[in-house]
């Protein structure tokens, strides 16, 4: 079976970078939270930074979908699931911490 091309840009990005694919999904979701709060002057309590990192991680993962259709006959979700959660998993939490400081719930906060 033929590597697709989205496959072979992830393994190409994995050998130039020398960092594993989960790191990778770390990376890729704190720099498109950080890049969306920035482009839409969004403060990170806001919501909009957040929802986009999660559909650019959904975006992937169907991509995932298709190849894993296409190359074993079912979708492995669990390893989507996986690289979803590693993916937003940074942005949700300060987008939380946000919140929290926003709302004065963090300590020192003003």
């Known amino acids: 079976m033929e590597t697709s ?3 072979a840009a992830k393994l190409l990005v994995v050998n130039i970078t020398g960092l594993s694919k989960d790191a990778l999904h ?3 979701g704190l720099a498109a939270f950080l890049a969306m709060s920035w482009l839409c002057r969004r403060n990170p309590s806001r919501l909009a930074p957040l929802a986009a990192v999660v559909a650019i991680a959904c975006l992937g993962e169907l991509l995932d979908m298709r190849d894993d259709l296409a190359t074993f006959g079912y979708w492995r979700w669990q390893a989507s699931l996986h690289d979803v959660l590693n993916t937003c998993a940074w942005p949700a939490l300060l987008t939380l911490w946000a919140i929290a400081r926003r709302k004065g719930h963090v300590p020192g906060a003003t």
């Open 5 to 7: 091309l989205v496959q």
């Open 26 to 28: 770390i990376h890729l």
